[in-house]
């Protein structure tokens, strides 16, 4: 992308990174309220407000500023070890329904009742080709790539 203006000296390469990939992975974290795990257990994403996710949805743009959790989660896919120090947290208050970790969210999957399983999944995103916008109304393509964090609960007393 850089070299198609470089020549024309109107702008630079500001940012952490001077390249724009093709493709770019992503951490995608579901939760369930099923009971026990099974082959048959329903999954729902949570969706975050900057970053990829739903592959209908029309990709965002937040300036001037970024939105932190989306952009940590980039890195986490990235780097899996970049998340360790913080990734555990945000599965629990996920577990929890925690109302102030909930609002840095665009949508959350469990607005009555917590989840009893969350999960972490790593999959390979990119936009789609005009023909394949046309015909699936997609703006992203993604295949999974494996699983992130495997499914992780908390004692919920009563329960």
Known sequence: MNAS????????????FGTVGRSRREVVIEGTDDAELTETTVWREYQFKGKPGAIDRLPRQWAPYHLRLDWLMWF???????????????????????????????????????????????????????AERRRDRAWWHRSKVGICLPPVSAARPGR
């Open 5 to 16: 203006f470089n020549p024309f000296h109107l702008v630079n390469t500001y940012g952490a």
């Open 76 to 130: 986490a896919a990235l780097s899996p070890a970049y998340a360790l120090p913080w990734r555990e947290a945000l599965l629990q208050r996920l577990l929890r329904n925690d109302r102030d970790t909930l609002r840095l969210l665009r949508h959350n999957p469990f607005p009555d009742e917590p989840p009893r399983y969350v999960r972490a999944l790593l999959y390979d995103y990119r936009f789609t080709t005009p």
